[in-house]
């Protein structure tokens, strides 16, 4: 019973090592949609590179990977 209830512990150790693995990835792959979601909520649109000439810089995209720009006239 005692090898039992220490492979049991073993087992249950490695499965929440992977489970939290699997959801770290989860996360990071969501903070990606979220930044994008985040941009456009905001009137922004995604751009890489310095936002362009009558935009300003309001945020960032692809979770801080490129910018996030908002007209600030009329396009």
């Known amino acids: 019973n005692q090898v039992t209830y220490i492979a049991f512990r073993i087992l249950l150790s490695l499965l929440t090592v992977e489970t939290a693995s699997e959801f770290a ?28 000439p009558s935009t300003t810089l309001i945020g960032t995209c692809i979770n ?12």
């Open 25 to 52: 990835h989860f996360f990071n792959r969501n903070a990606d949609f979220l930044d994008n979601l985040n941009c456009r909520n905001n009137f922004g649109f995604c751009h890489s590179g310095d936002c362009p």
């Open 64 to 75: 801080g990977k490129i910018n996030c720009c908002k007209w600030t006239t009329a396009p």
